[in-house]
């Protein structure tokens, strides 16, 4: 089973900012098995980006994926209000689905 | 579109079944090649997958849970069901349906439930 590591645990940003977040996996995954999600308090988590790079229907183009093998960035070029919340990383496996245990972004 | 909503007991007793049902409204459970998936979250906790049933039949669980987990499809009632048996209090969280697919590049589950609280209690 992967493993997914996300750090930091906590970001504090101001409105504006650029948000780097991390997600580290045990070992090589492959493009197609890498995604992002969104997930705001009392609310179900949101799909943001799939195939480490693609965005999902209607995810504004601040948000971006990159990497490849274990090592894995998902990027808000600028953050809005709405964007702060917890960002987790999934991993599709051919016998199990595992999640990291989340960035938390938060205002500064 | 396709709308998912989670029903069952709020409250199940350690070492009973919990019961939860995924009510698909907007789209036919067996008209494409989508995951149809289980999710919880223990209070202020992170994501875990439970499992999934796929639209040919197929189940795939957790690992961990495998021992006490089946999930099923009642295509007649266009929704699919799971069972946790044998729960303690560490069962107890948020749990969501959602719908995983592959859309090309990558998989990822675009439609989910709003999610239903199950306590673990007596």
């Known amino acids: 089973e992967i493993v997914l590591t996300q750090s930091p645990g906590t970001l504090s940003l101001s409105p504006g900012e650029r948000a780097t977040l991390s997600c580290r996996a045990s070992?090589?995954?492959?493009?197609?098995?890498l995604t992002w999600y969104q997930q705001k308090p009392g609310q179900a988590p949101r799909l943001l980006i799939y195939g480490v790079f693609s965005r999902a229907t209607g995810i504004p183009d601040r948000f971006s994926g990159s990497g490849s093998g274990t090592d894995f960035t998902l990027t808000i070029s600028r953050l809005e209000p709405e964007d702060f919340a917890v960002y987790y990383c999934q991993h599709y496996g051919s016998s199990s689905w595992t999640f990291g245990l989340g960035t938390k972004v938060e205002i500064k | 579109q396709v709308q998912l909503q989670e029903s069952g007991p709020g409250l199940v007793e350690p070492s009973q079944t919990l019961s939860l049902t995924c009510s698909v409204s907007g789209g036919s459970i067996n008209s494409g090649a989508y995951y149809w998936t289980w999710i919880r979250q223990n209070p202020g906790k992170g994501l875990e997958w439970i499992g999934y049933?796929?639209?040919?039949?197929?189940?795939y669980y957790n690992p961990s849970l495998k021992s006490r987990v089946a999930i099923a499809a009642d295509t007649s009632k266009n929704h699919f069901s799971l069972n946790l048996a044998s729960v303690t209090a560490a069962d107890t969280g948020v749990y969501y349906c959602?719908?995983?697919?592959?859309?090309?590049?990558?998989?990822?589950?675009?439609?989910w439930g709003q999610g239903t609280t199950v306590t673990v209690s007596s």
């Open positions: 049933i796929y639209y040919s039949g197929s189940t």
């Open positions: 070992q090589s995954v492959s493009s197609s098995s």
């Open positions: 959602a719908r995983a697919s592959y859309y090309g590049s990558g998989y990822g589950m675009d439609v």
